[in-house]
């Protein structure tokens, strides 16, 4: 069955490829809606106009017709998925495959051509995310088995500096040491994410600098290293019971105010001894504590509070890195897992340390209480010592 020929006109009008037909002086004697959607150029701008309009030279032009002629496919007057470029009514260059024939007459003369033009920039752009896809995956595998070397000497090492280092060298190299252990999770986690990307074949963009855009690697479902903007997003300190504990009353003061804020419940102590007459009668989730007091040093109260509540978390504050009483290294061979400075103090390490302390308690749920009042205290970071 043959269709009547203004079905094969309709069906080449509505065609959303690019559809050109030129005569034997290569002027545009047809042009469908969408070579104007593709191209920009209008049916009224382009036929009369010389097929030259939407090349970008004609070197490009005359190696499109010598294909043709040629008959790359075999057969004399055809061409099949060549590879060229047009260009568009403002200018820009769009990669394009072309299935064209050249028309002859009775007596074997050229009328003119019809051709077939898609544009491949899509398909071309796909191949490269697939092919990135495989880069990204490739290069994470390599990176994180680096990685896992790094991470496991890091922690003999971490071990190492605990044994040996002096007592003025043991804060200094543990922040180093932390802060290594943090940007190599970092690390960790951005490979992750680009491995999560190149499997799920989505991901965001944003400005990066000069216009250009970059693939967000934003973390999603994991702690980033450092962690301080994109764990504050996503967990609070509301609710937390906090004691603070300074024989500086402008310290106590601050911390309070600084917590507060943070929607946490904040109790402050000037001794050591007032601190655990506090934890005597109400429970906590974390103790912030200052190293050197008149009645109670640092080491002297963690020890206190270990012995009535194991579970209960203890942070010890110091302004100096000289720890003449050895009050930092002796809290540490005992257990204590974290230290910061307090002069200045910084408020978003602080609250990752916090965070990270608590991070077994729910904001709304259970809270730690004092051994013996019939609760059952959640395991925070130092119970699995």
């Given amino acids: 069955?043959?269709?009547?020929?203004?079905?094969?006109?309709?069906?080449?009008?509505?065609?959303?490829?690019?559809?050109?037909?030129?005569?034997?002086?290569?002027?545009?004697?047809?042009y469908n809606d969408g070579a104007r959607n593709n191209l920009g150029f209008t049916q009224e701008e382009m036929l009369g106009k010389s097929v030259l309009e939407i090349y970008p030279s004609l070197d490009e032009a005359r190696?499109?017709?010598?294909?043709?002629?040629?008959?790359?496919?075999?057969?004399?007057?055809?061409?099949?998925?060549f590879e060229t470029t047009f260009r568009t009514k403002r200018g820009d260059q769009i990669p394009v495959t072309i299935s064209a024939s050249v028309i002859y007459d009775d007596q074997d003369a050229e009328i003119g051509s019809i051709g077939f033009a898609k544009d491949i920039r899509e398909i071309r752009r796909r191949d490269q995310l697939a092919t990135l896809c495989e880069i990204a995956i490739g290069l994470s595998h390599e990176i994180n088995n680096s990685l896992e070397v790094l991470v496991n000497h890091l922690s003999l090492l971490q071990q190492y500096v605990g044994k040996v280092a002096t007592d003025e060298d043991y804060i200094v190299e543990s922040e180093r040491l932390d802060s290594v252990d943090r940007h190599v999770k970092k690390i960790q986690d951005i490979t992750r994410r680009i491995g999560e990307m190149a499997e799920g074949g989505q991901y965001g963009t944003k400005e990066y600098f000069g216009g250009k855009m970059m693939a967000d690697?934003?973390?999603?479902?994991?702690?980033?290293?450092?962690?301080?903007?994109q764990k504050e997003e996503r967990v609070s300190l509301k609710g937390l019971r906090l004691l603070v504990v300074d024989d500086d009353l402008g310290v106590c003061h601050s911390l309070r105010e600084l917590l507060t804020r943070e929607a946490c419940l904040v109790e402050t102590a000037a001794s050591g001894r007032k601190a655990m007459e506090l934890v005597e009668k109400q429970p906590f989730d974390l103790i912030l504590s200052d190293?050197?007091?008149?009645?109670?040093?640092?080491?002297?109260?963690?020890?206190a509070v270990k012995q009535k509540s194991p579970h209960l978390p203890v942070i010890l504050m110091t302004a100096f890195y000289y720890d003449k009483d050895h009050v930092i290294k002796r809290s540490c061979q005992q257990g204590l897992q974290t230290v910061i400075f307090k002069k200045p103090i910084d408020p978003a390490r602080l609250k990752k340390t916090i965070l990270d302390q608590c991070s077994g308690i729910l904001p709304d749920g259970p809270r730690l209480c004092p051994t013996g009042s019939g609760e059952t205290p959640l395991a925070g970071k130092e119970s699995r010592q």
Avoid: H, T, W
């Avoid at 010598?66 to 496919?73: C, E, K, L, N």
């Fill in 1 to 30: 069955m043959f269709l009547p020929p203004e079905y094969f006109q309709k069906l080449v009008e509505s065609c959303p490829d690019i559809i050109v037909a030129v005569n034997r002086q290569g002027i545009i004697v047809f």
């Fill in 63 to 81: 190696k499109v017709m010598a294909a043709m002629r040629r008959g790359d496919v075999g057969e004399k007057g055809k061409l099949s998925n």
């Fill in 217 to 229: 690697l934003g973390i999603v479902g994991a702690a980033a290293a450092d962690g301080d903007d």
């Fill in 291 to 303: 190293v050197v007091m008149p009645d109670m040093d640092g080491y002297e109260l963690y020890r």
